[in-house]
């Protein structure tokens, strides 16, 4: 039923919905076929970020990947916490140390344990639009303890005109989702694995605006 | 209309079966050139063929079920187009994303006017209405500094892409005349075919034998040879394609040449549009993404001189 419910919220409508009428395209969306699990690791603009890379999964792969959100803004009442977890099977992590030593890498991890994967967003926070932040190390806590498991990097651009921070009003401009190779962590350093990644996703963007740009 | 009124126009008839072959022709004729040279680019080729594909199959499915279809369709195509030229234009500030949806708003109104017919709304609504609803919308914003900028380039925008497409649309709409068959139909084939065999001509001749650079600044190209190869070539396709108008021999060789330059001018426009914000030539690389503005560009002024002159002449 779970994932009958999300082919159709996010296959057939919110993917139908991105491509034609926002705007979204995809590069590369094979590469996701090619992996069972995997961490999907992407810079991050807009609530629409979430939606095309959800949509972007494959009937099976919907059911076991989970959004990593900050609980202090997605589970901020219990009404918001069930509508995010209804739609979007995120996994909701709390973005600053609590005095419980709650620890949000250990919920991540358990996650992994079980076989799912997971959408990671290590900037924290949407930010200004089409500018990206420092890395989060969370990313590389994760690699270092699983570096049996793959991370794809993705980079996405025009996202944060449809939709900045604290708009509303949807408007469509054209979006690109690129999709990165596969592959995984080689060293023991944290702050080693994060750089790496943070290069990738740069230099996918940079390749991304030379393919358009002169 | 039915299929059984499809064969009885034998006009329309006639010439979808020929613009079949033409296109089974060039798509076999790409793939084999790419599989025997692989090195040539033939992305931009493939990408108007298989666009060309799609028009073709559109206008064949509005033909057999409903006309309704070709009004969505072209309203689809300048909606994405609209998108497309907002995306790539650096000439708007970013407090002017929320008077986007205002243009967004206009593309239903704009084809409604077309499929009802009402001519004289219908070629005023982007060029007055929205004129000067955008200026105002603009001025309410209260942010002044180069709003004039704004001012020209949004209402330019959707120019280009929804009022010159929505003139395709509105071809559909004309009356039918007595002694004129094809109709409306025969008419947007026309100069849907005129253009694009156009653009072919001049890019074939160009590469034949062009020498002379016509606007190197703009589109390091475009020949003379091209564009000159192009026109006669054009024109005289035109004359003996004349069974889709109602136009007299004279008429069809005229409005041929006329659609041939409109068609040479779009292409440049276009192109000096993204020469301005170092857009690659040929628009978005990844094959199969955008690019439509690439494969609308002839078409958005063709479409437009193609209209008033037809309506002159027969309609008004």
């Known amino acids: ?214 | 209309m039915n299929l059984a009124q499809f064969s009885a126009n034998k006009e329309v008839a006639f010439i979808i079966l020929l613009i079949i072959g033409l296109l089974v022709f060039a798509t076999l004729l790409f793939f084999i050139w790419g599989k025997l040279k692989p090195e040539a680019n033939l992305i931009e080729l493939k990408l108007r063929t298989k666009s060309w594909w799609t028009m073709a199959l559109v206008f064949i499915l509005a033909i057999v079920i409903n006309p309704i279809i070709s009004y969505f369709a072209f309203g689809l195509l300048s909606f994405m187009a609209l998108r497309e030229i907002t995306t790539i234009s650096k000439n708007v500030r970013d407090v002017d994303r929320r008077i986007m949806i205002w243009c967004y708003i206009a593309i239903p109104i704009q084809f409604i006017l077309a499929y009802n017919g009402y001519f004289n709304l219908f070629v005023i609504f982007i060029p007055v209405v929205m004129f000067i609803f955008i200026s105002f919308m603009l001025v309410i914003k209260g942010e002044t500094t180069e709003i004039g900028r704004s001012m020209s380039v949004i209402p330019t925008q959707l120019m280009l892409t929804v009022f010159s497409l929505s003139h395709l649309a509105f071809l559909l709409s004309l009356p039918q005349i007595a002694g004129f068959n094809a109709g409306g139909r025969g008419l947007l084939l026309f100069v849907v075919f005129i253009t694009e065999i156009n653009d072919v001509f001049q890019f074939t001749w160009g590469k034949l034998l062009g020498r002379h650079a016509i606007i190197p600044k703009i589109s390091p190209n475009k020949t003379w040879e091209g564009f000159i190869g192009g026109i006669i070539t054009t024109t005289v396709l035109g004359y003996f394609l004349r069974f889709l108008t109602p136009f007299s021999e004279v008429e069809s060789l005229v409005v041929s040449f006329v659609i041939a330059c409109a068609g040479f001018v779009g292409d440049v426009v276009v192109s000096a549009v993204k020469r301005d914000i170092g857009l690659k030539d040929t628009g978005n690389l990844i094959p199969g993404h955008g690019g439509i503005l690439d494969r609308i560009d002839s078409l958005a002024i063709t479409s437009v001189v193609f209209f008033h002159i037809v309506y002159n002449l027969y309609y008004s």
């Open chain 1, 1 to 214: 039923m779970r994932s009958v419910f999300l082919f159709i919220i996010y296959r057939v409508i919110m993917r139908n919905f991105l491509r034609v009428i926002v705007g979204v395209k995809y590069s590369n969306i094979a590469v996701l076929n090619k992996h069972q699990q995997f961490i999907l690791v992407a810079n991050h603009n807009s609530h629409i970020d979430t939606m095309a890379l959800m949509s972007a999964l494959s009937f099976t792969q919907l059911k076991s990947t989970h959004p990593v959100a900050a609980g202090d803004y997605f589970g901020k009442s219990p009404l918001k916490s069930f509508i995010t977890r209804l739609f979007t099977n995120a996994l909701l992590i709390q973005r600053t140390k609590n005095a419980e030593g709650q620890n949000p890498i250990q919920a991540m991890s358990a996650s992994l344990v079980k076989g799912d994967s997971l959408i990671l967003f290590p900037e924290g926070s949407r930010g200004e639009p089409q500018k990206m932040q420092q890395f989060k190390k969370g990313v590389g806590l994760l690699l270092k303890k699983h570096p049996n498991i793959a991370y794809i990097p993705v980079y996405m651009t025009g996202m944060g005109r449809i939709l900045p921070k604290g708009e509303r009003l949807l408007i469509p401009f054209d979006s690109y989702v690129v999709f990165g190779e596969a592959s995984y962590s080689q060293t023991d350093d944290t702050e080693a694995i994060v750089k790496e990644i943070e290069e990738k996703i740069i230099a996918l963007g940079v390749a991304f605006q030379k393919s358009i740009f002169e």
